[in-house]
């Protein structure tokens, strides 16, 4: 049964972890090491290999009821929903509810990505693995805009008042610790990944 697409809604992003819980769910999760593989091997690979990759789902703050989170170029601020512009804003990350399947980040003149029945059949079996991982809540996929990060340079998030900001990772712009939370699968099932930068006044 295909997954249901929900309409997003800031309440629902204001329920997603923090950073520091999903990386512990994901450590918790991962004791065997094998964790990527495994969900590599549930994604839906036709769709997947190239355009989307999995997303460690989290939020660095709380949005207002009528706010979304919209990437504008390397820089990622919250936008008014009521804005004639955001609907140029494509969704570029997804998360699942209890409901279905909900875009929780989006894109201005970003990769419209299809979600029809092929694909939310896809994320079913997929969200059946994260389910029996109890991962669900962690785990979402996101829009690789067609980059290959084994191509690209690594790259690091870091949150400064309400934007979150993405630089290449040897331009961190203060000592802290890097998450990863962002990883391509590719057919060959090897794992490239891009970092999230927790500074110390992120929460």
Not at 79 to 103: H, I, Q, R, Y
Request: net charge negative.
């Amino acid at each position: 049964m295909a997954s249901n697409l929900l309409p997003y809604t800031a309440a629902e992003f204001n329920s997603i972890p923090d950073i520091m819980d999903s990386a512990k769910g994901f450590e918790e999760a991962n004791t065997s090491g094998l964790l990527l593989q495994e969900l590599g091997q549930a994604l839906p690979k036709r769709e997947v290999n190239c355009s989307l990759g999995v997303t460690l789902v989290h939020r660095h703050y709380d949005l207002a009821q009528y706010e979304m989170l919209v990437n504008i170029g390397n820089v990622a601020v919250p936008w008014n929903t009521n804005n004639e512009a955001s609907g140029l804003a494509n969704p570029s990350s997804w998360c699942f509810t209890k409901d279905g399947v909900m875009p929780y980040v989006f894109t201005y003149g970003g990769v419209k990505v299809s979600m029809g029945d092929r694909m939310r059949e896809s994320l079913s079996g997929y969200r059946s693995i994260l389910e029996k991982k109890h991962t669900s809540h962690i785990f979402g996929l996101c829009t690789l805009d067609g980059v290959s990060l084994a191509q690209a340079a690594p790259t690091v998030d870091f949150t400064s008042r309400r934007a979150n900001i993405t630089l290449p990772f040897d331009e961190n712009p203060s000592e802290g610790g890097a998450i990863k939370a962002m990883w391509q699968i590719q057919q060959v099932m090897s794992i490239n990944s891009s970092s999230c930068y927790l500074p110390c006044n992120c929460h």
